[in-house]
């Protein structure tokens, strides 16, 4: 079975420093990976899918299928950037498309 | 933008009673979804719906619960008869044709007495 991991629980760094979110994944094959974001008392929302190589909010992240991982970076933090981030996998072309979570780190950018 | 919404937000119910959850999914998406997230835990997958009926269901979705689309716009979860482990964060997702991302609901807490 598929499974993600995010080893970090808790990140704290320092406006404008470098953060970078680990994320590794178990699968075989080729899943599709995101990651999404909750800020505090919000809904879960999409910030990044590997298939769209997108900056959002100037965070990317690369598939590394060598690695198996998914790590998400942004090379400045700013204190909007505090919440919680999920890595998530998902399989293309199965049944339903469920989405398997990691458990998530907690960014706290201090000012 | 259009959004997934999920009432109540908040649901206290007594163990053993049943308990509805209840979302509206974003109106032209076909596929639904609830996940659960156990306070500390992560978030879990319980079931996916499609087309009017299950596609996917975890070990969790037991004969306890259930999910319906009654009417073309809510899609509930019921759980039959809730028991203190059912206490969690419930989250409602849809998506629509394709390759499109779940867009997830703000989620309903329930606490079981």
């Known amino acids: 079975a598929q499974r993600v991991t995010q080893p970090e629980k808790l990140l704290s760094v320092f406006k404008g420093a470098p953060v970078e979110l680990k994320c590794n994944y178990s699968y075989s094959g080729s899943p599709e990976l995101f990651w999404y974001v909750q800020y505090s008392r919000q809904r879960l929302q999409l910030l990044l899918r590997h298939i769209s190589r997108e900056s959002i909010k100037g965070f990317t992240a690369d598939l590394n299928k060598g690695e198996t991982s998914f790590h998400l970076k942004k090379p400045f933090a700013q204190e909007e950037d505090s919440a919680m981030y999920y890595c998530a996998l998902s399989l293309p072309r199965a049944a339903g498309n469920k989405l398997t979570f990691g458990g998530g780190t907690r960014v706290l950018v201090k000012p | 933008e259009p959004e997934v919404t999920q009432t109540p937000s908040h649901q206290v119910t007594q163990m053993g009673q049943e308990v509805i959850l209840r979302c509206v999914p974003i109106?032209?998406?076909?596929?639904f979804y609830w996940y659960r997230q156990i306070l500390g835990q992560k978030v879990e997958f319980l079931v996916s719906f499609y087309n009017n009926e299950i596609s996917e269901k975890s070990e969790i979705f037991d004969d306890q619960f259930s999910v319906e689309r009654p009417d073309g716009s809510n899609f509930t979860l019921k759980i039959r008869s809730t028991k203190l482990e059912d206490s969690a964060m419930y989250f409602c997702?849809?998506?629509?044709?394709?390759?499109?991302?779940?867009?997830f609901g703000d989620g309903t807490r329930l606490s079981i007495l």
């Open positions: 109106s032209n998406h076909l596929y």
């Open positions: 997702a849809s998506r629509g044709q394709g390759n499109q991302p779940q867009h």
